[in-house]
């Protein structure tokens, strides 16, 4: 059984960074693929990337390309990371991590591949 719990979100000016940590408490972490979803307030919930198991692909949607990366570490920790550089007002959300056995991106980017939820934590980035 997967149990995601997401850390590391709170308040933050914009241009500044932040990183989020998921972490998984069962024994099968490093079998998934996982990716990153974000709701802001009112919308819909967003997708913002993905990374295979093994860590060797990853992508992003368009609006944080080159500014969010993700990453893990299925040695030790059992995390994955959202790095956010360049941070915008517009990226206040909840943000919620998942994982998913499959990798296609047309799956992922509508929320479609997810087996397993995260409960999400709030990011705010302040003017």
């Known amino acids: 059984q997967v149990q995601l719990v997401e850390s590391g979100g709170g308040l933050v000016q914009a241009g500044g960074s932040l990183r989020l940590s998921c972490t998984d408490s069962?024994?099968?972490?490093?079998?998934?693929?996982m990716g990153w979803f974000r709701q802001a307030p009112g919308k819909e919930r967003e997708f913002i990337g993905a990374?295979?198991?093994?860590?060797?692909?990853?992508?992003y949607t368009d609006s944080v390309q080159g500014r969010f990366s993700i990453s893990r570490d299925n040695a030790n920790k059992n995390t994955v990371y959202l790095q956010m550089n360049s941070l915008k007002p517009e990226d206040t959300a909840v943000y919620y991590c998942?994982?998913?056995?499959?990798?296609?991106?047309?799956?992922?980017?509508?929320?479609?591949?997810?087996?397993?939820w995260g409960k999400g934590t709030l990011v705010t980035v302040s003017s």
């Open positions: 998942a994982a998913g056995a499959s990798f296609r991106y047309q799956l992922w980017s509508r929320g479609k591949a997810v087996d397993f």
């Open positions: 069962g024994r099968t972490f490093n079998t998934y693929n």
């Open positions: 990374i295979t198991w093994d860590a060797r692909s990853t992508y």
